[in-house]
């Protein structure tokens, strides 16, 4: 069964810096790997999608890298921004399905 | 182009009682999948359709069923509404095998 872990689970940064949020899976057979916004209450805006055959995809300050054969991607956000502040999910398509799973998120807070 | 829209935004239930939520994908998406994601955690997968036939379930109980109408739209039932049922359902809707977008979601509150 995929497992999906995401660390740490919350994070407070001073507005400027740059970060990294992680995601850890536990059975590599993956299709695809898809980094989600959540604001409070909302629904899920996808930021960033990369192919089992990919190492990395960007758009703007967002740097999603993959790491298949370890079970790892990072999301790397550049210069963050109090707007940058929501729930950071990350979640896995394996190749034998459809489902997307996902990890717990992480929340993020920064502060201007 | 519309993304996906999901009905209605939020609804209170007692227990015991049915619900139906209700998603529209987005224009010619013929995939959806519901979400169930309660406070504090990550979305959980319930169920998928495809050109109106089940494609994936989820570990939810037999209260859960859904379906997909000849326009692609879909709904989800659940009876027998439990106070663990209260969370934020969540539809999307894939036109490939790839991305999946995902609607605003019904906030279900069970008293």
Do not use: M
């Amino acid at each position: 069964k995929q497992e999906v872990t995401q660390i740490p689970a919350a994070l407070s940064v001073p507005e400027g810096e740059n970060l990294v949020l992680n995601c850890s899976f536990t059975d590599s057979a993956i299709y695809n790997l898809q980094w989600f916004r959540q604001d409070p209450g909302k629904g899920l805006t996808s930021l960033l999608l990369i192919q089992s055959s990919q190492r990395e995809q960007t758009s703007g300050r967002l740097n999603a890298s993959l790491d298949k054969s370890s079970g790892r991607s990072t999301l790397y956000i550049a210069a963050s921004q109090p707007g940058d502040s929501a729930t950071y999910l990350c979640a896995v398509k394996e190749t034998s399905g459809s489902r997307l799973t996902f990890g717990e998120g992480t929340q993020l807070t920064v502060n201007p | 182009d519309a993304g996906v829209t999901q009905s209605p935004t939020h609804l209170i239930k007692t227990r015991g009682q049915q619900v139906t939520l209700r998603c529209s994908p987005i224009s010619g998406h013929k995939s959806v999948s519901w979400y169930q994601q309660v406070l504090g955690q990550g979305p959980q997968f319930i169920f998928q359709y495809y050109e109106k036939e089940e494609r994936g379930r989820g570990n939810f109980p037999d209260r859960f069923s859904a379906r997909q109408f000849p326009n692609y739209s879909s709904e989800l039932n659940v009876n027998a509404l439990l106070l663990g049922d209260s969370a934020l359902y969540l539809c999307a809707s894939s036109l490939t095998v790839n991305e999946q977008f995902f609607g605003p979601g019904t906030r279900l509150t069970v008293l």
